[in-house]
């Protein structure tokens, strides 16, 4: 006999596809002991550099009641960006999920519609929906609904499409069947990921540095200056980083998405070093007015540009 829980969640699945997500996990809402322990640890260890927020919210990090009262499932939803092109060899590198419109403002409004339509169909649940700019713990949740497992990067590896997509998070009361949890890690002996990382961002035990890393410099980090670690070692990267991704052997799976929010700025893929160095600020926020580049802004951008060597 089929459920009312099993037909619910063939439901959501379908219209989780039918949106453009591209895959589609579902978790019981439970408070994440294991993952609060971690947490601590790494905070304790400062490797979250100035990025302060990561302290804050921690109970609404690990216990999603705390977010929706009455939470019974997380649903857990990935949206592919890897590009069908790359940028010029000889430009200023942008990491790749940057390349079109703002993640934010387009998987936003998919879970509005996803919410909207799950309402629609099945009645008045409460819900909430996140993506990478709420005290959510999205890769952990994803784990838990079957959709991948923690590279050594710390990214959420899909075994049939790699690790470049978004990872969006529904937080609801209505109880859905829970898919089972991805446990295995196909990572094995490799360490191409660690080897790759020019400034030892990444390291043992699945751990990672993030105030080592190139992405933090990049974006987070803001001071007017940059450390000497990168100023040798950033590989000509000014907005984020694709190292540790682009060596991932399991990337080779990766296909190009068909989401036209994220078909590539012009400038992004052509750009020269001279002619962002042209850019005055009201040029630049202008071209990047729904670009994740301008979370760094233009004084970011000029202080990131010095890494650039010709």
Not at 32 to 40: G, K, S, Y
Not at 69 to 83: D, E, K, Q
């Amino acid at each position: 006999m089929i459920s009312s829980s099993d037909t619910h969640t063939s439901l959501i699945k379908t219209i989780a596809r039918s949106i453009g997500f591209d895959d589609c996990g579902i978790a019981k809402a439970q408070r994440l002991d294991e993952d609060a322990r971690r947490l601590e640890q790494w905070l304790k260890k400062d490797y979250h550099g100035e990025m302060q927020y990561m302290e804050n919210h921690f109970d609404l990090r690990v216990d999603p009641t705390k977010l929706v009262p009455g939470a019974r499932s997380v649903i857990t939803l990935l949206f592919n960006y890897f590009p069908s092109v790359q940028q010029h060899d000889d430009v200023p590198k942008i990491a790749k999920y940057a390349y079109g419109k703002d993640y934010h403002l387009v998987i936003r409004e998919k879970l509005q519609e996803f919410l909207f339509r799950i309402r629609e169909e099945i009645g008045n649940i409460e819900g909430r929906g996140f993506v990478d700019s709420a005290p959510v713990l999205e890769r952990s949740w994803a784990q838990r609904s079957g959709l991948g497992w923690l590279g050594k990067n710390g990214n959420l590896i899909n075994k049939k499409t790699g690790s470049f997509f978004f990872i969006a998070t529904l937080i609801t009361d209505l109880e859905f069947t829970p898919d089972e949890p991805y446990v295995k890690d196909y990572c094995g002996t490799c360490t191409k990921c660690i080897d790759a990382c020019p400034t030892e961002a990444i390291l043992p035990n699945k751990e990672l540095d993030a105030s080592k890393c190139i992405s933090y410099f990049t974006i987070e980090l803001k001071s007017n200056t940059l450390p000497d670690v990168l100023k040798n070692n950033a590989d000509n990267w000014v907005f984020g980083c694709d190292i540790c991704q682009d060596v991932c052997p399991w990337n080779r799976f990766s296909s190009a998405h068909t989401h036209k929010e994220f078909e590539p700025l012009d400038e992004i893929m052509t750009f020269t070093f001279k002619d962002w160095m042209a850019l005055d600020r009201e040029s630049f926020n202008q071209l990047f007015k729904d670009s994740p580049i301008k979370r760094t802004k233009w004084e970011g951008m000029k202080r990131n540009l010095n890494l650039y060597k010709e």
